[in-house]
């Protein structure tokens, strides 16, 4: 190995390191945030679940310039879309009649988790900043593991619907946390948009997970 290849790798390792500590402060923002602000509570009206697909804003065609929570908010909410894309994926393998209310609601997740993955990856490349994945094996707030995914996958066809539920609820829950926290801390214009419509889509996809016909009682907030 020659010395400029160690000293990139030197470089994406240290940068990695620094990253991993500003998400830590993410998180511990955003938690702040939502014991302050109540949690899962949203002013905004309701929205369909696709609401994010349809109204997330075009890749940038100009640079943008990302402080530090916006690189981590990115860099977080990238491994969780495709956590749970991975678990909407293995669903469809099970039987197609098994509560076809969460299978539409997930169908609404699918499209609008893949469009914000384009418009995350859009800001990473308008701020020149490349795609780091610091969280594999790791367990984050509500994101969905290989783990859970292999637990998924043995439990039988009566237990799939609530476990499915309950890990999409964490991961909608946790990424209305973070949101706040990046409309708190983020410095991007552009990202803190795009995290206030994530947040907006999110509530409403949580509403429509909750009032499903036999769904179980959320919880209380806070």
Not at 154 to 170: C, K, M
Request: hydrophobic letters at 45%; charged letters at 20%.
């Amino acid at each position: 190995m020659d010395q400029q290849t160690r000293a990139q790798r030197l470089g994406s390792r240290v940068r990695a390191g620094r990253l991993a500590g500003v998400v830590a402060t993410l998180v511990a923002t955003a938690l702040t945030v939502g014991l302050t602000q109540g949690w899962g509570r949203t002013e905004h009206a309701p929205v369909p679940a696709s609401a994010a697909a349809s109204s997330a804003a075009a890749a940038p065609t100009a640079p943008v310039v990302l402080n530090g929570t916006d690189d981590a908010f990115i860099q977080l909410l990238i491994p969780m879309n495709e956590g749970a894309l991975a678990l909407i994926d293995q669903l469809d393998t099970r039987p197609a009649d098994a509560d076809p209310s969460l299978r539409a609601l997930l169908g609404e997740l699918r499209k609008a988790h893949q469009a914000e993955l384009r418009d995350l990856r859009g800001l990473l490349a308008a701020g020149n900043v490349p795609e780091l994945n610091i969280h594999e094996g790791h367990q984050m707030p509500g994101m969905v593991t290989d783990a859970s995914l292999a637990e998924l996958r043995t439990a039988s066809d009566a237990e799939v619907s609530s476990r499915a539920a309950a890990l999409i609820r964490a991961h909608l829950t946790q990424t209305v946390v973070l949101c706040r926290g990046e409309q708190d801390a983020g410095g991007s214009p552009e990202l803190r948009a795009l995290a206030g419509r994530m947040q907006q889509a999110r509530a409403a996809e949580l509403r429509t997970l909750d009032d499903r016909p036999g769904a179980p009682t959320a919880a209380p907030a806070g």
